[in-house]
């Protein structure tokens, strides 16, 4: 069949794999924006940066500590999540009665700070990172083959994008966390710690980019304009997919990559900007994007 189209069928699903890795990462970035965004009313622009510091986290911790890989998911998120967390206290909470221009300004500012911090130090050339050896290695399903650690990444993104959704969604915390947002008076009154709860929230926004980078490292060079090329794209996925929507985050973070990845099959040129033509049509049908709520 699709050799009647003049596609081979390995072309045609390792775009459709290359589509998922993309949008793994387009969902976690994007959740993470959502999660900022929809609780704490800020446009975290940094949000790349801090993708970029969890991939170099990860490398430091290899290169100087002799810590692996999967302490590193644990470790890199951990130690971007405790810097967030200064950055909330220090700079983010001063801003959240005004209006989200200063907050898009600032975190912009911090995040050009942050990338020219880590290219004076480690340069611009990319730095390797390996694939861990229980995920070296690949199966042949017979039409392609999948590398294993490309298939660990898209189910990882998967079970971390879902866990959140239902924690924020179904739990108690999430009811906590979305009180807060919508009446954060009352919530204080009833003996929660609505500062606290939102200085975390961030810490979690942003443990949620470098989970990302680490997860990023072995199939991307680290380098410091990793977080720049993508942060973008993220954007206009979060923009479609609803602000401040965490279902929509990852629905439409997926989907894009998909659509993305079988726009370079059949349509090449447009491959670059098809994720933006959608934004643009999103807007004008729904500009509230796909699941966002009209006020």
Not at 289 to 294: A, V
Request: charged fraction near 5%; proline fraction near 4%; aromatic fraction near 12%.
């Amino acid at each position: 069949m699709f050799e009647l189209i003049g596609i081979p069928p390995q072309a045609l699903f390792g775009q459709l794999l290359l589509g998922l890795i993309n949008g793994s990462f387009y969902a976690i970035l994007s959740l993470g924006l959502a999660v900022i965004f929809g609780l704490l009313n800020i446009i975290n622009f940094t949000h790349g940066a801090q993708y970029m510091m969890g991939a170099f986290i990860a490398w430091m911790l290899l290169n100087w500590v002799g810590i692996g890989y999967w302490p590193s998911l644990l470790l890199a998120p951990l130690v971007a999540g405790v810097s967030g967390v200064i950055i909330e206290r220090l700079f983010l909470q001063r801003l959240y009665h005004l209006d989200h221009l200063y907050g898009l300004l600032l975190t912009f500012g911090l995040a050009l700070i942050i990338q020219g911090l880590f290219r004076n130090y480690f340069g611009s050339s990319g730095l390797p990172y390996q694939i861990p050896a229980e995920l070296r290695g690949g199966q042949n399903l017979g039409f392609m083959f999948l590398p294993n650690y490309r298939g660990w990444v898209v189910v990882a993104s998967l079970v971390v994008c879902l866990a959140t959704w239902f924690v924020i969604e179904k739990t108690r915390l999430g009811a906590y966390l979305r009180a807060a947002t919508e009446n954060p008076t009352l919530t204080q009154a009833f003996g929660i710690n609505v500062p606290l709860l939102i200085t975390l929230t961030y810490g979690f926004g942003v443990g949620l980019a470098a989970f990302a980078g680490v997860l990023a490292a072995p199939v991307y060079s680290v380098n410091p304009n990793m977080g720049a090329d993508l942060i973008i794209v993220v954007f206009a996925v979060v923009v479609i997919g609803g602000m401040g929507s965490i279902l929509g985050a990852i629905v439409t973070g997926f989907g894009l990559g998909i659509i993305e990845g079988l726009t370079k099959v059949f349509y090449p040129e447009a491959s670059a900007t098809v994720i933006f033509i959608i934004m643009a049509i999103v807007l004008l049908v729904k500009p509230a994007g796909l699941f966002g709520r009209t006020a």
